[in-house]
Every structure is written in structure tokens, then in C-alpha cells.
């Protein structure tokens, strides 16, 4: 490997970190100068993105990677072994001085860590601990970090590292066995998901054992959240909706992220040569915000697919694909349903749920009352009833979904 200074290692291993989703990354470089030098600037490339803490803050992180040297071989990573880039490597130590310096010019509020695997899994995982270590122990450093954990470590050293970071993360990576198997023969399946119980075990342990003695350490505070590549193989939203509830289900996830695979330089020739559409990895999101706020099972979601295809619709929201297709349970009355009826109402948010259940202890609504609480009242105007306004026969209406979809939006979606 060339001798690199830290200017230079920063700028390859910000960008190869560019391609995890798993800490909300808008991927974009904020606070940048004109030039991009002057002060405040982080210059492009050296990869600041944003995430959400939890308590719902928007903070900025530093993004980089320890190394994108590695001794696997997945075919879908631009760091694999076979790839043709440019290597660098950066000690805990310099990752530790790179920290501190952005955090302290105000640049950031904290660190995501992953890393390549370099030499053997355990020694990748001391290195990512030491990091935080370090920061937390020398350093007295309060900023937020996030780790991602390498699979197949020792339990004992990932457990060391989550006693200093407020997330862990391990990637799933592929939502089927059989995409991992082709995609990533060399990582375990069975391994990935024994982790993250270990992981949730530690969670729950350490959670009770503050209950009891304020003095308790803390373990990864924030919990545990995942990644999914979207379209690399051939799963469908149907497959990775179901691999996502699994997964809150078993080790009680904060987030899975979807990543929308795109094609990298030098890629593999098992890969596919297009991306998917942008849209399918913002259908993912939504159907998970469905789940995990609006009471949808994930067999109701998966519902929501083609029956043929398995696949969400780009064209609609997953939750007006629900409601076309399950029209029988409308129309639902805004003055009478309860919160979890309301919540299936297409157009209608968990806030506009929230505003009319507090709206009709003192009256009854009519359907503009409804509207000043949403963006449009068109979309629902048919799955509706208030006091001045029933559906006639509506959902029966073979052209339901061009009413509620103007076409203006059909177009722009596909222009865009
Ligand atoms: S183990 Fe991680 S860094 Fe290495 S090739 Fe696979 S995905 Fe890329």
C-alpha cells in the first residue's frame, strides 16, 4: 500500500464509506465553503452525512471506513478483495485525531465507524473498539458514536465496543440465504443473525441491570440497526419486507436501512448492470413506516404487492396500494373509527390521526375540517366519511386509482 497522508486516506475511505445506508446518510457535504476550502469547509468527498439521534435530533457525523482493504470477496462491495481501487488505511489512532479535530471545529457531533476486514475478524474488531475506546476513555469524548460490528468477531469483543458506542450495527446485507450464498459466499447467514441476538441479549441485560444500579455500564444505548441491498439479487419487496419484520421482531431493531444497489466501478459480472429505481428503495421505506408506526402487519403490506410479481408499486404509496386492493374495508368514519382505522387511511398521517381524535371530543368533522389537517383531501375524499360527506359507491368504481392519483404526479414520477 502507498504511503498516504491523512488528507489522502480521508478522502478514499470517506467515499468508499458512502455506500452504507445504515446511519441515515444523505451522503451529502454540508458546511462547505465556495471553494471548498475556506474555513468551516470539509471539502467534497470527506463524508459528513446526517442521522437521527435518539431523541429525534438530526446530528452529523463523520463517515469513514478504518480500511477499505478486505479479505472477502462480496460481490456487490467496491471494497472487496478483487476490486481494482485505490487501498488506505487509517490507525485508531489517526481515526481518533480526525474525530476530535472535525468535533472540535464543529463540523460534527459524532463518528460512524465500519471497516474492511484486515487480517482476521477479531483483529478488525479490537481496532473499531480501540477506536472508541480511546475517544471515550483518553479523550473524555460525549459525541455520539456509531459502530458497525463485524459478524464474525468474539461476543466479548463486540461487547467491549457497544460499552462505548450508542449504536452497533451488522449488516444482513441480502435479505434471502440464497442471495447471500451467491452474492457473499463467505459470510454466514446464521452467523449474522446469531450476532445480533448476541447483541440484543447485551441490550436487555445491561438495560435492567440500570434499572437496578444507576452505576451499571451502559451498552449501545441506541440499540442495534441493520442494512439491506435492494435489486442486487433477484428478492422481491414481498421477500424484503418479510426479512425486515423478522428481524424487528427477533432482536427488536431501531432501524433497517434499504440500499438501493448501485452499480459500482469494476463490478463483478454476477451483478446486474442497472440500478433499481430510486423509487422502489423509498416504497421499502414507507412500507416500514407502515409496520412500525401505522399498525400494518407484514403479511398486510406484502398484501399490498403484486400478486404476480411480489413487488410494491412505484407508482402509488404502499399504503394507497393497501386500500385499492382491500377497498371492502372503506368507507371508514373520521368521527366514529378508532385510531387504528384512521391510521389506514390513505393521505392521513400519524399527526392528522392524532389532531382529529383531539378535534372530535368537542365536535363532529366535517370534510373540510378533515382537509385543513392534510396535504389533499382528494386522495381520501373516497375512503372518507364525515358529517357532510359519503362516498357514493366510489370504491366500487373501476377507475378509483386515476381519481385519487392525478395523473400530473403519475407523469412526474416517471420524468423523474
Ligand atoms: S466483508 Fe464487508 S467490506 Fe468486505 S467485501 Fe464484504 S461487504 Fe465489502
Known amino acids: 500500500m502507498a504511503q498516504l497522508d491523512v488528507r489522502q486516506k480521508l478522502e478514499i475511505l470517506a467515499d468508499a464509506a458512502k455506500y452504507d445506508a445504515s446511519c441515515a446518510s444523505s451522503g451529502s457535504v454540508k458546511r462547505t465553503s465556495r471553494d471548498g476550502k475556506g474555513l468551516g469547509s470539509t471539502d467534497a468527498g470527506m463524508g459528513i452525512c446526517h442521522a437521527y439521534a435518539p431523541d429525534g435530533r438530526c446530528i452529523s457525523l463523520l463517515k469513514i471506513l478504518l480500511t477499505n482493504s478486505c479479505i472477502f470477496d462480496c460481490h456487490y462491495c467496491i471494497n472487496r478483495k478483487s476490486s481494482n481501487v485505490r487501498r488506505a488505511r487509517?490507525?485508531?489512532?489517526?481515526?481518533?485525531?480526525?474525530?476530535?479535530?472535525?468535533?472540535?471545529?464543529?463540523?460534527?457531533?459524532?463518528?460512524?465507524?465500519?471497516?474492511?476486514?484486515?487480517?482476521?475478524s477479531n483483529y478488525t474488531m479490537e481496532q473499531i473498539g480501540e477506536v472508541a475506546r480511546s475517544l471515550r476513555e483518553d479523550h473524555d469524548f460525549r459525541g455520539y458514536i456509531h459502530l458497525k460490528t463485524i459478524p464474525d468477531a468474539d461476543p466479548e469483543l463486540v461487547r467491549q465496543a457497544g460499552l462505548h458506542a450508542d449504536r452497533l450495527s451488522i449488516n444482513v446485507e441480502l435479505p434471502t440465504a440464497g442471495g447471500l450464498k451467491r452474492l457473499a459466499p463467505e459470510k454466514d447467514g446464521a452467523r449474522i443473525e446469531s450476532a445480533m441476538g448476541e447483541t440484543k441479549a447485551t441490550i436487555v441485560d445491561t438495560a435492567d441491570a440500570r434499572k437496578k444500579y444507576r452505576s451499571a455500564p451502559r451498552f449501545a444505548p441506541a440499540g442495534q440497526s441493520t442494512q439491506m441491498i435492494v435489486g442486487a439479487d433477484a428478492a422481491t419487496d414481498g421477500d424484503i419486507v418479510t426479512k425486515a419484520a423478522t428481524l424487528y421482531d427477533r432482536f427488536t431493531l431501531k432501524?433497517?436501512?434499504?440500499?438501493?444497489?448501485?452499480?459500482?466501478?469494476?463490478?463483478?459480472?454476477?451483478?446486474p448492470l442497472q440500478r433499481p429505481p430510486l423509487m422502489r428503495e423509498h416504497r421499502l421505506y414507507q412500507s416500514d413506516w407502515l409496520m412500525r408506526f401505522y399498525g400494518f402487519a407484514p403479511r398486510e403490506v406484502v398484501a399490498a404487492a403484486d400478486d404476480a410479481t411480489g413487488m410494491l408499486p412505484l407508482d402509488i404509496d404502499p399504503k394507497l396500494a393497501w386500500a385499492l386492493k382491500f377497498r371492502a374495508s372503506?368507507?371508514?368514519?373520521?368521527?366514529r373509527a378508532p385510531r387504528?382505522?384512521?391510521?389506514?387511511?390513505?393521505?392521513l398521517g400519524v399527526k392528522a390521526v392524532n389532531a382529529i381524535l383531539g378535534a372530535r371530543r368537542w365536535r363532529r368533522l366535517s370534510l373540510a375540517d378533515v382537509g385543513r389537517l392534510t396535504v389533499s383531501v382528494a386522495k381520501m375524499r373516497p375512503f372518507i366519511v364525515t358529517n357532510d360527506w359519503r362516498p357514493v359507491a366510489l370504491t366500487d368504481r373501476a377507475d378509483l386509482k386515476p381519481m385519487v392519483v392525478p395523473k400530473r404526479e403519475q407523469l412526474e414520477l416517471f420524468a423523474a
Open 90 to 120: 487509517f490507525t485508531a489512532k489517526e481515526v481518533v485525531d480526525l474525530t476530535l479535530a472535525f468535533y472540535k471545529r464543529n463540523y460534527i457531533e459524532g463518528l460512524f465507524l465500519s471497516s474492511g476486514i484486515i487480517g482476521t
Open 255 to 271: 432501524r433497517v436501512y434499504y440500499s438501493a444497489f448501485s452499480p459500482i466501478p469494476d463490478a463483478s459480472a454476477v451483478l
Open 330 to 335: 372503506f368507507p371508514i368514519d373520521i368521527n
Open 340 to 347: 387504528e382505522m384512521l391510521l389506514r387511511v390513505p393521505g
